[in-house]
């Protein structure tokens, strides 16, 4: 509605972008129940529609996508009325807040045999202007739900169709079975996670200069399983190195705040004598090296520890 667009340009774009708003909009609050608008966003290239609602979910906004789609199809005409606020009970199921409009001329923009909303935007003359609409992305967002879209999206759809086709040799499947694939490889990596979580981690320990020393090295494990079971190995007066052989090797340290350690003074100086990368917090420090003997880069922990 009228203040509630946010960074509109005076453009042919933006008068499509405006236009398959009010029409996806209203298609879409047919479908959801209770449904509002929050706030827009117009760009020339992608604009953002943020609204409230309980529950949205893809399959809801596919309808209302489909509809708004055959609407432009259908090329019905954009009309723009002027009227005083004694008259917006002519508009049926306008969509207006009469509070946010200063004076008394309201602008009602009439999208044929579909929808009035009260704007001050510019919009098309017909809904066949706006070529056609896809929806990008839905969000959660602070209040409710983002939802990105473009109009006159040929290249777009195009380049989706191109990922989609790709993501069929990849899978070896079909068009209609890659969802369902990708939910069983989802659930096969996660019964593999589960798997590496269940194996005993070990965490050696020994005494360095009054303090605990816990460490271990390890064949490609999990990051977070490393950093759980390290945290699991905190104890008072503790540091711990974790080395992961990975690609690049992973080195995770951890250092209790009672043992007067930094774990980001001890991964700076890693990484100065193994060309490392990385950083972190005086209690998690991260970085990864090319050092491929294991062994010295924890003999150079213990050093550091020590002095």
């Given at each position: 509605m009228e203040d509630e667009l946010e960074g509109v340009k005076e453009s042919k774009k933006i008068s499509m972008m405006?236009?398959?708003?009010?029409?996806?909009?209203?298609?879409?609050?047919?479908?959801?129940?209770?449904?509002?608008l929050d706030k827009i966003k117009l760009d020339e290239t992608e604009s953002s529609l943020f609204v409230l609602a309980e529950a949205l979910d893809w399959e809801i906004v596919f309808k209302a996508e489909a509809e708004a789609n055959k609407i432009?199809?259908?090329?019905?005409?954009?009309?723009?009325?002027?009227?005083?606020?004694?008259?917006?009970?002519?508009?049926p199921g306008l969509r207006i807040k009469t509070e946010r409009i200063e004076g008394d001329k309201v602008r009602v923009?009439?999208?044929?045999?579909?929808?009035?909303?009260?704007?001050?935007?510019?919009?098309?003359?017909?809904?066949?202007?706006?070529?056609?609409l896809l929806i990008t992305k839905l969000r959660k967002?602070?209040?409710?739900?983002?939802?990105?879209?473009?109009?006159?999206?040929?290249?777009?759809?195009?380049?989706?169709?191109?990922?989609?086709?790709?993501?069929e040799e990849l899978l070896g499947t079909e068009q209609e079975k890659i969802i369902p694939t990708i939910n069983n490889l989802k659930h096969e990596i996660e019964q593999c996670r589960n798997a590496l979580k269940a194996q005993k981690i070990e965490a050696k320990?020994?005494?360095?200069?009054?303090?605990f020393f816990v460490w271990n090295i390890f064949e490609a494990v999990d990051k977070k399983?490393?950093?759980?079971?390290?945290?699991?190995?905190?104890?008072e007066k503790t540091v711990l190195c974790f080395i992961n052989k990975t690609e690049p090797i992973q080195v995770i340290v951890m250092a209790s705040e009672d043992s007067g350690k930094d774990?980001?003074?001890?991964?700076?100086?890693?990484?100065?004598?193994?060309?490392?990368?990385?950083?972190?917090?005086?209690?998690?420090?991260?970085?990864?090296?090319?050092?491929?003997?294991?062994e010295k880069v924890i003999s150079a922990v213990k050093k550091v520890i020590s002095e």
């Open positions: 405006h236009t398959g708003e009010h029409i996806f909009f209203k298609c879409l609050e047919k479908q959801v129940k209770g449904l509002k432009i199809k259908e090329a019905r005409k954009v009309t723009t009325h002027k009227a005083t606020k004694a008259d917006i009970d002519k508009f923009i009439e999208i044929e045999n579909h929808d009035f909303s009260a704007c001050s935007g510019k919009h098309c003359a017909t809904t066949e202007e706006v070529k056609n967002s602070q209040n409710g739900y983002e939802i990105r879209f473009r109009v006159d999206a040929e290249k777009e759809l195009f380049k989706m169709a191109r990922t989609e086709r790709l993501t320990r020994e005494n360095i200069s009054g303090l399983i490393l950093i759980e079971k390290g945290n699991e190995s905190m104890k774990a980001s003074a001890i991964i700076k100086k890693i990484n100065k004598k193994f060309g490392g990368k990385g950083g972190g917090k005086s209690n998690f420090a991260m970085c990864s090296v090319e050092e491929k003997n294991t």
